[in-house]
């Protein structure tokens, strides 16, 4: 009946998740491209690359979305903890300390670097960190599912309640992120606090949708075009008030609420595709995308580190290579561990 009514109905980000996850993944595969040259034209190249980070703010509202339900199925926040940390930092884990071994390696740095490196401290805090920047995001997940309990548990106390706490999170998280960008905009340039406070409402909105799912609230199919205007609209007013440019750190800030927006735009329709193409002979894009999303967290890691390691080692720096090179060993790694991982599972089920 929702659809019928135009209506998108929630759950179908839970069916389709690996699909919608891959598409936020070869977002950010196309962000990084930037990190090439493109030659003369970098600075256009760069301005639509930017808009690839919205690929991170699909992956943190999935993931507030999943830690919804996952939390509905097993109330223990004991049990959350566990699932969700072996799911993410032991890859995390290893990726790393192959990575920083090789660098060290490349760069003749002593154990010290290495072990500083290993805790990721400068990635996660530092916007001038020489280290993988891509690891913020691990060090986010890492605090958001220490909150999640919290939020989980307010969620419960009622509609009411429910709303106002997470329309007090989202307006207290954007309002600390203009306050310190204007007040401090050094001290936002160089630490990742801007980075941290403008993605803690995509999580919470996660969450909230979670519940408005459970109780088959859903939201019409127009959210699509008029997050896309949002996000048009929003990226316009940037660009006149503050240039086009991204130094002046207040101004991040609409760039980033845009790609929200335009985060939520790709989503759905992401979603109403893949449920269109469910009964198409076209198998090849959902299936590629549903590869790309449960090799997500491998991708996402390797990439940076392979990035790293060909900027190391001083190699050709074009726009090709990421896509000649970078990319495709990117893909053959990830395809090798998730393989490996289904035989020691399969391994340990036959045990």
Known sequence: MDDMKGRFQWKLISRYRSEIMGTAMILVLLCHSDTFSWGRLHPYVHQLAANGTCGVDIFLFVSGFGCFYSMLRDSSALHFYRRRFARVFPEYLLISAISYGILNAIQKNGW????????????????????????????????????????????????????????????????????????????????????????????????????????????????????????????????????????????????????????????????????????????IIPAVLRWTGRASLELYLLHGFCIMIWHALGLKNAWYIYFTVIIPVTVLIAELMMVSKRMLHKAAVNS
């Open 112 to 283: 010290n670097d290495f072990l500083i490196q290993l805790s990721s401290i400068r990635a996660a805090f530092l916007y001038t960190s020489p280290d993988n920047r891509a690891l913020w995001y691990m060090f986010f997940l890492l605090f958001a599912y220490l909150l999640f309990p919290a939020a989980f548990i307010a969620g419960n106390c009622g509609k009411r309640i429910r709303t106002g706490f997470f329309i007090l999170g989202v307006i207290i998280s954007y309002s600390a992120d203009v306050f310190l960008c204007l007040v401090f905009p050094d001290f936002m340039t160089v630490y990742s606090v801007d980075t941290y406070l403008s993605r803690i409402p995509v999580f919470l909105l996660g969450i909230y949708y979670g519940y408005r799912s459970e109780e088959g609230r859903n939201i019409s199919k127009k959210a699509i075009p008029v997050l896309f205007v949002l996000f048009i609209l929003l990226r316009f007013i940037k660009i006149k008030l503050m240039g086009s440019g991204n130094e002046i750190p207040a101004g991040m800030i609409l760039v980033k609420i845009a790609n929200q927006c335009l985060a939520g735009s790709v989503m759905i329709s992401t979603a109403l595709l893949m449920e269109k193409l469910e009964h198409h002979q076209l198998k």
